[in-house]
Each structure stands twice: as C-alpha cells, then as structure tokens.
C-alpha cells in the first residue's frame, strides 16, 4: 500500500491545543504503536465557533447523542473554553442508560479538573461496541490529561484515536490572507466499518481564521459531503462517527463569503478534508490498493453514487481488485443490479486504469488484457464508468478486499 | 462446512430426459469434479407446461434475453418437446450483439440436431462475463449430447451447470396424490454472485404433475420468492440467472386450487424450492457456516427484509460469524444503518443460537460470552432479531465471509 503522504510538520492552530495519554481502554494493544494511547482532550479558547455533523446511524452510541445535544444548546461565539474528551478502544455504544451516565460521569470529572462549564465538555469514543466504559481507568487519568494540554500535541493525539488504524493520520495548511497567516489542521481515524452517512469516521479540524458559526457549519457539511461522504471500505456505518471543524478566530482574520479570498480557502479546507479522508481509505483494513471510482454521464448525483457504491462494495469486485484480475464482468454486473434503471449496456463504457475495457455493449476493441492488468498492479488505481446520458459527475474512494481483511476483522475483539 | 443432505435417489420425472457431455468451455478446470461437465440438456415432453423466472440485473446476459423472448411466446401446453441448453463455464453477458448471434446458432444447431421446432429451444448459460461464447465447441458437441438423452440424468446434469460450486445440487420427492404417484425433481447450481433479484441462479425442477401455466406460474413466483429470493452470499445478482418449472402432466393428475391435495403438493414443492435454494448457501464459496437471519416484529415484509440483508451482507458481521466471535455490536451497527427508520433501541431483542444477547437498549442479562462462542462453533446458527412494533416475520438465509471466499474469487479467472 502506498505510504500515506503525511504533512511531516504539523502546524498549531492558536486557540486550539491537544493533550493524550493511556487509560487502559485498549486492554489488548489493537494497534501496531507499542505505546498504545487511547485517551485524548482537545481545549478549544474561548471567542471560538464549532461546527459538527455525526452518524445517522439511528443507534448512534451514547456520546454521539450527549455530543450532539450539548452542541446544539451552543452560544457562538463560544464564551468559555471548550473541551472534547475522545477515548478510542470503546465505543460506549449498545450499552443503554449505563452508556448514557457513564459518558456524563466522564465529563463531570473534566469540567472539575478543568473548572470549567459542564455543558461545553464535549464526549466521544471509538472502539468495541457493546462493551461497558471503563469510567474509573478515565476518571483517574484526568489529572495528568489535563496537565498534558501543549498546542503541539496535535500528531500524539491523531495516535491517541486509532483503533484498528495502521497509520495515524493528521494533515495541516499554512496559507496566506491579507498578508496574515492562517492555519487549518485537522486528524482523524478509521480504518473499518466506514461508510460515513452524512458524517464520518472521528475527525477534528481546527482554523484560526473568524468564521461566524452557520457559515462554518456550511463549509463542514459542503466539505464533509465530497469527502468523508465519498468513501466506503465495507458499507458498513459506524454508531460513532463525527466530525468538528472548529474556528478559533484567533488569527482575526474574518471570513466570509464576501471575502475576496474566501474561495482560496474553501478550496485549502476541502483539500485537507480530501486529504483525511482519503486516509482512512490508503489505511482501509487489509487494503492493497486505493481505488477511485468516477462515475461520469449520469442524470443526476444520485444515480452516479448507486452505481458507484454498488461496484464499490461488491466483493467479488473488490477480490477482483485485490488478484489485479481485470475481471470487468463483475463491474458490469454490479452497475446492472444497482437499482439505476434504464442505463443502455450499449452506451455505457467502463475505462480501467486508463484503458478502455467496455464499449458498445461488448469487450473494447482497445481492450488488452495484460495491460489492464499491469495497470491493476498498481496501489492507485482509477476505475471510470460513463454512464453515457447526462452531464453529472461523482467520485468515490474505495479499497479492496484482502485476506487481511477477513483476519483482522476474525481477531479485531480477541 | 455441514455436508448437504442430498437426496440419494434423485427420481426420474416422466416427461423429462436429460443429457450431459464435456465441450471444452471450461478450459481451465474450475470445479473439484476432475471430469468436468460443462454442456447439459433437457428434453421436455409434448403437453407439457412451463413456467420460469429470470434475473433482474439490468444487463441480463443474451441467453436470458433469447430465452425469455421466446418463452414469452409459446402456446401452452406445448404441443411439441422443449429443449433447454445449458452451458457452464461462460456466461455469453456482456457480449453484445455478437452474444445474442452465438445464442441463436447454438439453439439453430440443437434444432437441426433434434429435428425440432426452433422457437422451442431455449438457451442457459452460467459463468465467466465479457468472454466469447465458444459456439464451434457446442456445435461440434450437439450429437453426441443428443444422443445421450435419459430419464437418469438429473445428477450428471447438475454437475455439468456447476461453476464454482464445490457440490452438484439435486433433490427429489415423491407424493401420492389420488393414489398415484407424482414426482417432482430439482437442480440448481450456484455459489458466489449470489443475491437473487425476484429470480434464482440456475435452477430446473419439474414434475409429472399436470397444472395449467398460469398456476404453474403463479405456483413458481410465490416458491421462489420464500427460498431463492431469500438467500444472500455476497450481495451480488447474477446477470444470468434463472429457474424454470415444468410440469409435464405424465401423471395424468391435474392439479387446481380446488384439488383437495393441492395445498400438499404447494407444501412439497416448497420444500424441494427450499433445499435447492439453502443447498447454494450451504455450498457459498469459501463458507464455514450456514445462518439463518430471521428478523421478528416488523410493521412489514419490506422493513423485516432490510434489516436482515442489511445484517446478512455486512462483512463485519460476516467476519465476526467466521471467527465464531460473539461481537453483537456488529450487528446492532448493521440494524441502525439498514435504512428502516423509528426502530427503537430500547425495544429490540438479538438473539443468538438461542441465547438472548441484547434487550433492553443493552446487553442482556441473559449473556454469557462462552455460551454464544459455543453456539457460534456451529456450522448453523439462528440469529433472530426482534424489532418488537408489529406482527410480520421474514427469514432469510446466509454465509459467513472467510478467507478462502477470497481466495477463491482472487483465482477464479486465472
């Protein structure tokens, strides 16, 4: 698998810092890091807005719906410090009233080390679902996270929220304003049961640009739409996936839409949300290979996301990616059973790595095996499908299928 | 993996003579069968009616387009013999108009063979996608297939439709209806791409019973529908499949609503539907484990069918079941993102091989991590989920996702 391309200087966002530590959530170390982290807290200063978008998985686990209610009983700009509390190793999820207290518990014994106001201690988790909170091994690792907090400890924390991840997973910006330098960071983590809907795997991101709060929430969910929601390892989606984009505005640079640089960076912002999304997909359990699946000529987006996430989540397509087979009928087949009506095989082309594979409803005349197989070789693989009656165009990243897979989902709990 | 109960003594359905013979399409051989079969024939008397159901994957492949034009058209009873042709090995989808040519010449050469009506043979085909269908290797196999007509060829002829299944599949029954026997008998094959769409793999029952079409029919629909259309292995609907019931009215017993007996012969064919279509599970490339998922409590079939796919086809829970893991939450997940909307956490009840593991918005009381990991050794496990808010019931049938399901469709072409 291709290394991630990992910004190697991960820039602070003022406003904003980040402290880890081990709990001992993770009773078996799930990752390949011998110093398992799995406890992290994110300070956010006060003058700050937050916007959030979580699963709509209808049994999100308990911290999602304590998340989502203290955030939405927000006043922006915040007036006090906000603090998120993320453990990894435990997802709270399936786990009823018990859940629902023993994420209150956690942050009440946040807000007394910190002193701050209760309704802006903010929880999270990511782990094993069905499992009950070690509340006591969070409790008393309170002190020394809190003590931890550095506006440096951005890449300790990307570490401290894997779970089944290989890689930690964090990527920063540095761009120019009126002559001012602002920054976006963000981390995040996943590596299985991912296909975020209308959310994400656990992610946080962080400008020191002033973005007023609805616009914030308007580049989240623009941003989170074409790239957390793009992807898909499995189909399956999580009970705990969020993602929050704060704005410190500590930079005093204020942006809006009537800014002349506003676009410049919505255009930055995205990148580093493409960026984080796509890897939890170079990152995808067992994976060999990064597929990106185009899907052009279609009606409308919605048609072009069916066929792509049917091609992109059948497993025998997936198998076939894996073996660097160019067995097209499989792809043909899943785009046949997408539930997409109408689709003419005639028209419909499908380009693998370059070279035309189907065209006129039969094998391309440009068709030769060994080259599509060279290029199936490949860890980066382009997959395009023209649907051939409209002008709508929509891009999904996925992995393959491997041997991995299935052993490191037999073993993920043991 | 539970061997398939088959039945000993597959019996004869007068009317009904198959044949079966090696043509070279399956060059490389992919079954277990060192002799394979890869050409099969049925020869289906005068008089007799024919019902039949087809895939619903848009880009059914040239037989079932041929196939289904011409079934469109024939009078019923048939007062001449039917031939269905059937090859393994090539699934002529994907193949264009030159597909649709080579079907034609196949179905031209059997007709001249037999000295038949031509809008009376019938083309099958299961196999690879996207590969020319070799016309010369059937053609040149035609006599020797003829002439190898028998009423005691149900077996071969299942071993010859066979592509990646490991066990040919055939079932019989016998029944006294008036005081006279009637028989009816079954094949099918199939074992990946599998995720029937109101259709089936290939399958062929026929019976001496004598039932008017129309019934015939409606008998077919509503047999398919509880079995074929309730199995799943990877999601995945075939471009070729298809199931075809004759009846050929040898007996001399015709069958109506009104007959006393006809609730018992339904009663029967079912059962027979039902062991074809759970022996393609049982037979699920790479499965370890045969699971039934039947999913209690729902306001409708709809909603009971989208939680149980939607748990059925997730590899995670697919994995969790091939490791014999208890891991419940896996299967909450899938609930939650199934797509049925108000299904209230707290009322819902999952119970695995027996044992109630969550109620109550959490784990059960009842749980006990050893028992279910024993009964999940298994080779068939029930795992019911009860979303308690109505009266509906539907079940449906699985496997398991392990490593060879992998390595099986990272071979299958090469």
Redesign the interface.
Known sequence: MAEINLNKDILPVPGVKWSATYAGIKKNSITKDANSLDLALMEVSPGSNVASVFT?????AAPVKVAQEKIDKFNYPCDCPIYLLINSGN?N???????IRDTHKCCQSLSDATNSNIDYVVPFSTG???EKLPVENIITSMPSLVDGLSSKNWEKASRAIMTTDTVSKAFSRSINIDDKKITITGICKGA??I?P?MATMLSYVATDAEIDQSLLQELLNQAVNQSFNRITV??????NDACILVATGESKIKLSKSHPSFSFFYENLFELFSCLATSIIKDAEGATKFITISVEGGLDSEECLLVAYAVA????VK??F??S?P????I??????SGV???D??SIEIILGGVPV?Q????SSLYNEEQVKNSMNSDDILLTINLKRGSTKEKIWTSD???D???I??????
Chains 1, 2 share one sequence.
């Open positions: 709509k998985n209808i049994f999100s997802a999820a399936g786990t009823g009233d018990e859940g094993v679902i069905g299985g049961m296909r809907n499995d189909g399956d989606t999580s009970t989540e059948s497993p025998l198998t076939a894996f073996a087979d067995n097209w009928g499989r043909l087949a899943a785009i046949g059973r009506q109408g689709i095989i005639n189907f006129n409803g039969k094998v299928l491997s041997i897979y299935i052993k989902n037999s073993d993920y709990r043991s």
